[in-house]
């Protein structure tokens, strides 16, 4: 495998939100709005991309039985860095999402891919692999918070630690709360994937026929 | 026994001539002395959110039934019905977009994702009411006096006002049962007159379209739970969505259990849900969430409940 498809194969093929069903509770509590969306996803990257890079690094002389554990302290090492970078840089959307920047931690996409892949490949493989599939998360967080920022709050785009309100679309009190709420992110969700399902059917009938 | 003209086929060997399209339309008929107590109380608006939702719900079914290339079946009237029912749910001064949307929600996701009529798990109109009053609460919450006041009726400066639950739940105000029972209070479009739904509801059972085990068991439930903890039980089966949810929601035939004692179970089930929510819930109604509630425990409450086939005999442990 190349280091294009490493790379690629997150973002589309195998999609840890819309493909592999990962990370269903970040995924629900941060898609809020695109601010969140985006910053968890870019947290979560980094952490991706360090963590893959180590524990492929690390991945001859770390003893089978005691993976998980050595696994748990590199990945913390590096939640730990962007804990402490966005509370000191981005100080209102390290508020927003609280709890679940420690929780990148236990985060079972990073776990999957650091069991699955970073363990038995290569550190330019795990660095194309870490890369894809956190922008491919970012991707679908970005996305499925589009959807619910705009119809749940009636503006897009507000980043409040950058001091902008945010594209007012539609007067908030019009707004649909549910889509904010669990039932709304499930929702989106699974319409979401549905769409993307019936793209990709479309697609590789067409190229059956054709 | 080849010409003897006798053809053998598998069972069911009973037919009968009630279909889709007849039981949905005597719905329909049921529901209009409902529909038109909400016309009399609420004015035109309540006409129009009617239109607005059956509209948009047969539009939305007709709309996905086409683009997936499956037989469009809006001529059966259950998308009819389902729209009917969410707009007898909602309070009159709704605004109709948000009906619309409450009405392509219930058909398209309440229904149309599960896989059409007969699959879905939980009652469309229910389903929409849930997802408005999550959605827009301040809309699904704003209530008025009907226009036909009774002229003992306490004259309020206001024009909003709340329901009577609400006024029970809160404020200690009991409304008089002769207002509850005509429908000269506060409420949802459809569900302030007890005569109408009951005169409706008469039809359905002497059509035989629906057993009398669910609501029976229903609102006898309500009854007792609310009489056990001190509160007036012919107050609760008269006020708020009782009557209605029990013998137009509860009944639906998808979401229901079809066995006898099944029946009984799940009228029950939503009798406590119900009074529960109302005397201990946030909520002041619990009649919507009750149903939907026990709408999940149906394929449950089935599987325990099957009658015993003829010569079956109780398996010995």
Redesign the interface.
């Known amino acids: 495998m190349s280091f294009k498809s490493e790379f690629s194969k997150g973002i589309v093929k195998e999609n840890p939100t819309f493909r592999m069903l990962l990370g269903m509770c970040p995924t629900m509590a941060t898609s809020l709005a695109i601010s969140n969306g985006l910053g968890m996803g870019l947290a979560a990257t980094f952490v991706l991309v360090g963590s893959n890079i180590i524990i492929s690094a690390l991945r001859k002389v770390t003893p089978e039985k005691i993976r998980i554990p050595i696994f748990v302290v590199v990945i913390a090492t590096f939640v730990t860095t962007v804990d402490l970078v966005m509370a000191a840089f981005l100080p209102s959307l390290h508020e927003v999402l609280g709890i679940f920047i420690p929780l990148i931690v236990v985060n079972c996409i990073i776990f999957a891919r650091a069991e699955a892949f970073a363990f038995q490949h290569g550190i330019v493989d795990s660095l194309a692999d870490g890369l894809g599939m956190g922008l491919g998360w970012t991707l679908a967080l970005c996305g499925l918070s589009a959807i619910r920022e705009l119809l749940g709050t009636g503006t897009v785009l507000a980043f409040p630690d950058f001091g902008f309100p945010g594209i007012h679309v539609f007067d908030q009190s019009l707004a649909a709360v549910m889509v904010i709420l669990p039932p709304g992110g499930f929702i989106t969700l699974g319409l979401l994937i549905g769409l993307l399902n019936w793209l990709t059917n479309r697609k590789s009938k067409r190229a059956q026929e054709g | 026994m080849e010409g003897s003209g006798l053809i053998v086929s598998s069972s069911p060997h009973q037919h009968t001539t009630v279909s889709t399209p007849m039981i949905m339309s005597d719905v329909i008929l049921a529901l209009m002395p409902a529909c038109l107590a909400g016309v009399w109380f609420f004015g035109l608006k309540a006409l129009f959110m009617m239109a607005v939702c059956v509209g948009s719900a047969v539009i939305t079914e007709a709309v996905l039934q086409k683009v997936s290339g499956r037989p469009v079946t809006v001529r059966d009237y259950s998308a009819a019905v389902t729209g009917l029912l969410l707009a007898l749910v909602v309070p009159p001064d709704l605004p109709l977009w948000i009906g619309a949307?409450g009405s392509i929600f219930s058909i398209a996701?309440a229904k149309f994702?599960f896989g059409g009529l007969g699959q879905n798990i939980f009652n469309p109109a229910l389903i929409g009411r849930a997802?408005l009053l999550?959605?827009?609460?301040?809309f699904m919450t704003k209530w008025r006096w009907p226009i036909h006041e009774a002229s003992w009726m306490p004259k309020f400066d206001a024009i909003t006002t709340a329901t009577p639950l609400v006024l029970m739940k809160y404020m200690n105000i009991k409304a008089p049962y002769a207002n509850l029972f005509f429908g000269q209070v506060a409420g949802c479009i459809g569900e302030t007159s007890a005569l109408a739904i009951l005169l409706g509801a008469a039809y359905l059972i002497y059509q035989g379209h629906i057993s009398i085990r669910i609501p029976i068991s229903f609102i006898c439930t309500v009854a007792v739970v609310t009489a056990l903890f001190g509160q007036d039980p012919l107050f609760h089966i008269l006020a708020g969505g009782l009557l209605l949810g029990a013998f137009f929601m509860a009944t639906d035939y998808v979401t229901s259990p079809v066995t006898p004692r099944g029946q009984i179970i799940y009228g029950i089930g939503c009798g406590v849900l119900v009074a529960l929510i109302r005397l201990y819930g946030g909520y002041p109604e619990g009649v919507c969430y009750g149903i939907l509630i026990m709408n999940a425990a149906t394929a449950l409450v089935e599987r325990y409940t099957i009658p015993r086939k003829f010569g079956e005999v109780k398996k010995v442990a």
């Open positions: 949307i996701i994702t997802f999550a959605s827009w609460p301040v």
